[in-house]
């Protein structure tokens, strides 16, 4: 199992330039996140998408799309880059949930080092 | 709204020190609480969980406990080694399994 995959590992962009974060789960699960990190301020959450089919703003969704291709794969893509989203991206996927008493742990993939100049 | 906070780093300690990071949390309901691993230039590992008030979490000489009544998940050790240097993350969950994650902090385990 190769777990939770992300493509780049690295990308600069120039200011104004689009890209998408491609990633991809191995593990049958439903639900699927973007969370960027950035010095200081933890992780946030950028999007999510509980199950296939749906897709729901995070705490800092402005300046980014997201689009759950099939179970598998969950791309974020950023129109129009600008330096402020220089950051680490991280995708991360989990079992299905809507309840707060249950929870399951959250697999996380290595990582896309973004710089936008 | 929901939300965690921990200690700044970054901690430096020797070889066998103890170890606290503190963290509280911010949140309706009761949630689950989690402390992440992160080493360096990797993602996130799960280090330990507590579902429920009193639990206790454990794994690889680290343990949580949590406290309903101080809103806390510290985390300990009580030998740490130089390969327990890494970033250290914090989080509670919410509805739709969302993770709040605190900001981290960073350890440093000298010889």
């Known amino acids: 199992n190769a777990g939770v995959t992300q493509t780049p590992k690295f990308q600069v962009l120039k200011t104004g330039q689009s890209m998408t974060l491609q990633c991809a789960q191995d593990?049958?699960?439903?639900?699927m996140y973007w969370y960027r990190q950035d010095p200081g301020m933890g992780l946030r959450l950028i999007y999510y998408?509980?199950?296939?089919?749906?897709?729901d703003k995070g705490e800092v969704p402005n300046g980014y799309n997201v689009s759950r291709l099939n179970k598998r794969e969950f791309s974020l893509r950023l129109e129009s880059a600008a330096p402020s989203q220089t950051s680490v991206y991280f995708c991360?996927?989990?079992?299905?949930?809507?309840?707060?008493?249950?929870?399951?742990?959250?697999?996380f993939g290595p990582g896309t080092r973004l710089t936008v100049t | 709204g929901d939300s965690v906070t921990q200690m700044e780093g970054p901690v430096t300690l020797s070889e066998e020190a103890f170890l606290t990071i503190n963290c509280t949390y911010t949140?309706?309901?009761?949630?689950?609480l989690f402390w992440y691993v992160q080493y360096p230039g990797e993602g996130l590992q799960l280090l330990l969980k507590?579902?429920?008030?009193?639990d206790k979490g454990s794994n690889k000489g680290f343990e949580a406990t949590y406290r309903k009544e101080t809103t806390s998940f510290h985390l300990e050790k009580g030998s740490v080694q130089v390969s327990d240097s890494a970033v250290y993350f914090c989080?509670?969950?919410?509805?739709?399994?969302?993770?709040?994650f605190g900001s981290g902090t960073k350890l440093n385990v000298k010889p």
């Open positions: 991360a996927s989990s079992e299905f949930s809507v309840r707060r008493d249950v929870t399951y742990e959250q697999y």
């Open positions: 593990m049958n699960h439903n639900s």
């Open positions: 998408s509980a199950s296939e089919g749906t897709t």
């Open positions: 949140a309706t309901g009761y949630p689950s």
């Open positions: 507590a579902t429920k008030a009193d």
């Open positions: 989080a509670l969950s919410g509805n739709f399994n969302k993770f709040y």
